[in-house]
């Protein structure tokens, strides 16, 4: 499964999936200025998300994350919010590993496929 970061509409998400981690929040240097008390951040057991992070905290934050073994990948905003919501990872896994949900063949009278 592994660790991952995204940005999508202003927003830093930092996410895992599987047995993985949350990386720890006070890994990231104060000055970043990512958690403190004058941003915009929430946490789940496997989601953080920044608000309307600056392209400086977002470079400085990026290095961080990859030292701690996070890649960057795309996924729609919708997708990231409800997997912080809900914590529910096929809404991230499937996309991330080009899963499709295998589909049942239909038949119509004749016995034949769909």
Excluded at 64 to 71: A, I, N
Excluded at 107 to 114: A, F, L, S, W, Y
């Amino acid at each position: 499964m592994g660790k991952h970061f995204a940005v999508e509409q202003g927003n830093l998400y930092i996410f895992t999936t599987g047995p993985d981690v949350m990386l720890s929040l006070g890994s990231f240097p104060e000055e970043i200025g990512l958690f403190g008390a004058d941003t915009a951040w929430r946490v789940s057991p496997k989601v953080a998300v920044v608000e309307d992070v600056l392209q400086r905290q977002l470079e400085r934050a990026q290095i961080v994350l990859r030292l701690h073994g996070y890649e960057e990948v795309s996924f729609p905003r919708e997708a990231l919010e409800a997997y912080f919501v809900d914590g529910l990872e096929h809404r991230v896994v499937e996309k991330a590993l080009g899963w499709q949900t295998p589909r049942t063949p239909i038949t119509v009278d004749g016995g034949e496929e769909d």
